[in-house]
């Protein structure tokens, strides 16, 4: 069997904006990596990016998050969001398995 790496194919986000919510806000940064095809890519920018600029550099990828709940409103892209805790606890219980094919 070939291995497979669920870092492969995928986008790590992080937004920081100067309001709490997502429909009044106004960005300061966005930024993000990209793995793609074993391929790591940054998107990195200040003060209100080009949405067109973002959905390119998305894709479809899936984005993982700290707040997918703020990012989903503020984006509003058909991306898959996942939230980077649940992804670290799925990590966590699944250590030996994952790690040791047990």
Do not use: Q, W
Not at 15 to 30: A, F, L
């Amino acid at each position: 069997m070939k291995p497979y790496c669920i870092l492969n194919n995928v986008i790590f986000l992080h937004i920081e904006n100067n309001y709490t919510d997502s429909e009044n806000h106004k960005s300061i940064e966005i930024s993000a990596i990209k793995i793609k095809d074993k391929v790591v890519t940054k998107f990195d920018t200040a003060l209100n990016p080009v949405r067109s600029d973002l959905l390119i550099f998305f894709e479809n990828l899936p984005l993982v998050s700290h707040n997918t709940t703020f990012e989903e409103g503020f984006l509003k892209v058909d991306n898959e969001l996942l939230n980077s805790l649940e992804l670290l606890s799925y990590f966590f219980l699944n250590f030996r398995r994952l790690i040791f094919n047990i």
